[in-house]
């Protein structure tokens, strides 16, 4: 597996060796076993985590919330995944569901990950200060400060996929079929004809061939061996000063003037090449743009179905209740527990 140590917990092996889990997805290469490693450990993560949320109303909350946490995440996973994938299909992206799943997984191993390690911070404040109100808010901004790390390793894997061509694939095979051009289009300059007044460039040598070409003073260098070209107009060679060349694209100090760039097809002819447009190389892709629409949708979709599979801490003025009515929703309950602890 490509990167892949030996580790007892795969969150150490996310946080250490990052890139190589990057590098797996990108190679599709054994995930079936990563994104399990990951379901497992989430699962066990957050289950510690919801048994503690559970535990402010007693021992039967305590059990049911330890179920209900690693299901919320799931689902809204299950819910959203869909759209995800088709997001990255209609705008030609390559991603297979396997990736899809595992990339996603990962931001989910983080934030339960994250949650469990503020386990004894939140116990901590239920057996010192047990107060309904302020725990329940204290619990909210810890899973929101865990899903949003989460969701900083789930962007940061994109931009990888995106580097890679897995998100802008035409983009990359335009760049690769110009990249294959180059030496054909540099080793086939076409004659031109001098205008009158124009100095007159000497005849070079451009790239070798397979099996060498003949330089300046009739020598076979080798393919391996080829230099930049050197283009010397008469009036340098007759002792007259050239102005620098200007090559689109290019700053000034860096070619001298009689110097142009490896694999410049114009020959020291600025006009030959057609100028390049600025961050065409750097735009970013519809599918990263919608990346964080769906960030959004992620978030909506849980809090909504938290909200419907309450309760995870319990009131202590209600008896034990597996669900509560549908009523108000996840933000309006937040803002009058603000009201009503401050």
């Known amino acids: 597996m490509s990167g892949d140590r030996p580790s007892p917990l795969v969150i150490e092996r996310i946080?250490?060796?990052?890139?190589?889990?990057?590098?797996?997805?990108?190679?599709?290469?054994?995930l079936n076993a990563l994104t399990g490693r990951m379901l497992a450990s989430s699962a066990v993560a957050l289950a510690c985590y919801g048994a503690v949320l559970g535990a402010f109303h007693g021992v039967l909350m305590a059990l049911t919330s330890a179920v209900k946490l690693p299901l919320l995440f799931l689902i809204t996973l299950a819910i959203c995944l869909p759209t995800l994938y088709l997001f990255n299909l209609v705008f030609g992206a390559r991603l297979s569901v396997r990736?899809?799943?595992?990339?996603?997984?990962?931001?989910?191993?983080v934030t339960s990950m994250l949650a469990v390690a503020f386990a004894p911070i939140s116990l901590f404040f239920l057996i010192t200060a047990p107060d309904y109100g302020f725990f329940k808010l204290l619990n909210v901004a810890i899973l929101t400060l865990s899903a949003l790390v989460g969701l900083r390793f789930l962007t940061g894997g994109m931009q990888v996929l995106n580097a890679h061509g897995l998100l802008a694939p035409s983009t990359a095979a335009a760049a690769t079929q110009a990249a294959a051009a180059a030496p054909a289009a540099q080793a086939a300059v076409p004659a031109q004809p001098a205008a009158a007044g124009e100095p007159v460039a000497e005849p070079v040598a451009v790239g070798a061939g397979a099996n060498g070409a003949a330089g300046a003073n009739g020598a076979t260098t080798p393919a391996a061996e080829a230099q930049p070209v050197s283009v010397v107009p008469a009036q340098v060679a007759a002792g007259v000063p050239a102005q620098p060349v200007v090559l689109a694209g290019h700053p000034v100090a860096a070619f001298p003037p009689g110097m142009v760039p490896p694999g410049y097809a114009g020959a020291g002819r600025p006009w030959a090449t057609p100028p390049v447009r600025r961050g065409e190389s750097e735009q970013r892709p519809a599918s990263m743009t919608l990346l964080y629409v769906w960030i959004l949708l992620f978030g909506?979709?849980?809090?909504?179905?938290?909200?419907?599979?309450?309760?995870?801490?319990?009131?202590?003025?209600?008896d034990f209740a597996l669900f509560r009515s549908i009523e108000g929703n996840f933000y309006a309950e937040i803002l009058r527990t603000l009201g009503n602890l401050f």
């Open 99 to 109: 990736q899809s799943v595992a990339l996603v997984m990962v931001a989910i191993t």
């Open 300 to 318: 909506f979709v849980g809090t909504q179905l938290a909200w419907t599979l309450r309760p995870f801490v319990g009131s202590p003025g209600e």
């Open 15 to 30: 946080l250490r060796d990052r890139q190589g889990i990057w590098q797996q997805i990108v190679a599709d290469d054994d």
